[in-house]
C-alpha cells in the first residue's frame, strides 16, 4: 500500500500575549497563529511495528524513535505505522516544528484508517490543537482553545538564525506573567487595517527570549533593514518573521539576508 502523505505547515504566532499562570506552571496564551506555505513532510503507511526514519535537509538532531512527536502521536492515535518524516524546518524554533509533524501524522493516521482522533490532542503538546486544525485560528487557554479565523494572506520572510531555544527556558525568564490579551482585531479582511493592528499587538516571550539568545536581536534587526512593514519573534523563538507589501518585496528581502547572512535559514513565503 502506498504510504499517505501529509503536510506540516511551518506554525507562526503573529501575536503571542502570555495572560496569566496556572497553578500546574502552564501559561495562559492569548494568540493569533497562522500557517505558512514552508513546512515539513510526513509519509505514513500501516506496518507490523513501529518505526521512523528522518530525512531532508533539518534531518540533523531530530530523534528517530519514541522521543519524536511523530511517534508518540501514532501511539496516541492506537495502531502501528512506519512513517518518514522529510524534515524542512528547524527544530527547537518557535514554529512548531515537532507539533505540526505529529498533527500531520494525526490526520494521515485519520486518512488511512477512516476514522477520527479520538484522544486529546493538548496532550501531545501546547500548539498540537491548532496544528491538527492547520487554519488560521485564536489560540487561547495553554493551548486547547481554538478559534478558526479568516485572515488576508501576508507574504513574508522566516528567519532563523540556527540556535535552537528551549521553551521552558523562555518562559521561566518572562518578568511579567499578567499581561493584556489582544484587543479585537479588524474584521475587514483588509490586509491594511490587519497590519496597523497587528503593530499594536506582541510577543510577550520575544524579550526574555532575546535575554536567552542575544542574536533575535540581531535577526530584528536584519528584518527592519530589509523594509519589512513589521517584524516579530514567533513563539518562542527564535525563528523571527518579517511581514512585506507583496511577494516580490518578500522575495528581494530574502535574498539580501541570504547575502549578508548566509549561516542563517531563510524563507519567503506566505502566511495563511
Ligand atoms: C510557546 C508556543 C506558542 O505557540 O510555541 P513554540 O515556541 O513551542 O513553537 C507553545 O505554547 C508551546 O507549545 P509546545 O511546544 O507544544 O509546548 P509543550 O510541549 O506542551 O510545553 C513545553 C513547555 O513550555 C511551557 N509552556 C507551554 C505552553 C504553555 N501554554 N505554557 C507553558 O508554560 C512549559 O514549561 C512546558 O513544559
Ligand atoms: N518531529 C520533530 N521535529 C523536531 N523536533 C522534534 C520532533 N519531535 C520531537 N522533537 C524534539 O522537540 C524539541 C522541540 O522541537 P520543535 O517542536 O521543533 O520546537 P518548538 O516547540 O520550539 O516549536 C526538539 O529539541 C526535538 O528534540
Known amino acids: 500500500?502506498?504510504?499517505?502523505?501529509?503536510?506540516?505547515p511551518a506554525k507562526i504566532n503573529l501575536t503571542?500575549?502570555?495572560?496569566?499562570?496556572?497553578a500546574d506552571?502552564?501559561?495562559?496564551?492569548?494568540?493569533?497563529?497562522?500557517?505558512?506555505?514552508?513546512?515539513?513532510?510526513?509519509?505514513?503507511?500501516?506496518?507490523?511495528?513501529?518505526?521512523?526514519?528522518?530525512t531532508g535537509p533539518m534531518a540533523a538532531g531530530v530523534p528517530e524513535d519514541a522521543r519524536n512527536l511523530c511517534?508518540?502521536?501514532?501511539?496516541?492515535?492506537?495502531?502501528?505505522v512506519r512513517i518518514e518524516l522529510e524534515k524542512h524546518l528547524p527544530a527547537a524554533a518557535g514554529i512548531g516544528g515537532g507539533s505540526s509533524d505529529a498533527a500531520a501524522v494525526l490526520r494521515a493516521m485519520e486518512t488511512i484508517y477512516g476514522?477520527?482522533?479520538?484522544?486529546?490532542?493538548?496532550?501531545?503538546?501546547?500548539?498540537v490543537p491548532v496544528c491538527l486544525l492547520a487554519h488560521a485560528a485564536r489560540m487561547s487557554g495553554i493551548g486547547e482553545q481554538v478559534?478558526?479565523?479568516?485572515?488576508?494572506?501576508?507574504?513574508?520572510?522566516?528567519?532563523?538564525?540556527?540556535?535552537?531555544?528551549?521553551?521552558?527556558?523562555?518562559?521561566?525568564?518572562?518578568r511579567s506573567r499578567d499581561n493584556p490579551p489582544m484587543t479585537d482585531w479588524p474584521l475587514d479582511g483588509r490586509s491594511d487595517s490587519t497590519l496597523a493592528w497587528l503593530r499594536t499587538m506582541r510577543n510577550d516571550l520575544e524579550p526574555p527570549a532575546i535575554g536567552v539568545q542575544p542574536v533575535i536581536g540581531r535577526v530584528l534587526t536584519a528584518l527592519d533593514e530589509e523594509g519589512a512593514d513589521l517584524a516579530r519573534m514567533s513563539g518562542s523563538g527564535a525563528t523571527c518573521f518579517g511581514l512585506f507589501p507583496d511577494g516580490s518585496?518578500?522575495?528581494?528581502?530574502?535574498?539580501?539576508?541570504?547575502?549578508a547572512h548566509p549561516d542563517w535559514w531563510v524563507v519567503a513565503t506566505t502566511l495563511t
Not at 503571542?16 to 496556572?22: E, I, K, S
Not at 476514522?115 to 500548539?127: C, K, M, V, Y
Open 1 to 8: 500500500m502506498a504510504p499517505t502523505e501529509a503536510f506540516a
Open 25 to 54: 506552571g502552564y501559561h495562559l496564551l492569548d494568540s493569533l497563529v497562522v500557517f505558512a506555505g514552508v513546512g515539513d513532510v510526513l509519509r505514513v503507511a500501516p506496518a507490523d511495528e513501529m518505526s521512523l526514519r528522518v
Open 71 to 80: 511517534w508518540k502521536a501514532a501511539e496516541a492515535f492506537g495502531a502501528p
Open 115 to 127: 476514522r477520527p482522533f479520538s484522544g486529546d490532542a493538548l496532550r501531545l503538546g501546547a500548539d
Open 249 to 259: 518585496a518578500a522575495t528581494a528581502a530574502a535574498a539580501g539576508l541570504r547575502a
Open 147 to 174: 478559534l478558526p479565523l479568516s485572515q488576508p494572506p501576508m507574504d513574508a520572510v522566516l528567519v532563523n538564525p540556527g540556535v535552537a531555544v528551549s521553551t521552558p527556558a523562555v518562559f521561566k525568564a518572562l
Open 16 to 22: 503571542l500575549h502570555v495572560t496569566g499562570q496556572r
